[in-house]
């Protein structure tokens, strides 16, 4: 019911930073939360932010806090992932994903809770 697509991935040196931006369209994507998931080479797909509809509520996984941003635009119907202070260990492939359920924390860092996801965006950071 909600298309997505990422863009802003690419090769970046560590410290580093880049822009992730997720497009939406579909008449569900203002009530619907969003997360941000990775996955790496070896590793199942790992959570990284989330989002209420609003955007009054966020959280993030400990590996990522104070170095990501998350925030959204409804106006836009876009998600963004602000990534700064880049590591190597940040390498993966970065997808979005709408959430059709109330915004609970916990509930949205499991990637069956999901809808919809976006096709992913291969981010690169080099050391």
């Known amino acids: 019911q909600v298309q997505l697509v990422e863009s802003g991935g690419g090769l970046v040196q560590a410290g580093g930073s880049l822009r992730l931006s997720c497009a939406a369209s579909?008449?569900?994507?203002?009530?619907?939360?969003m997360g941000w998931f990775r996955q790496a080479p070896g590793k199942d797909r790992e959570f990284v932010a989330s989002?209420?509809?609003?955007?009054?509520?966020?959280n993030y996984a400990d590996s990522v806090k104070g170095r990501f941003t998350v925030s959204r635009d409804n106006d836009k119907n876009t998600v963004y992932l602000q990534m700064d202070s880049l590591k190597p260990e940040d390498t993966a492939v970065y997808y979005c994903?709408?959430?059709?359920?109330?915004?609970?924390?916990?509930?949205?860092?499991?990637?069956?809770?999901?809808?919809?996801w976006g096709q992913g965006t291969q981010v690169t950071v080099s050391s």
């Open positions: 989002i209420s509809w609003s955007g009054r509520n966020i």
């Open positions: 579909g008449r569900t994507f203002s009530s619907s939360g």
């Open positions: 994903a709408a959430n059709r359920a109330l915004y609970d924390s916990r509930l949205y860092q499991l990637p069956r809770s999901y809808s919809d």
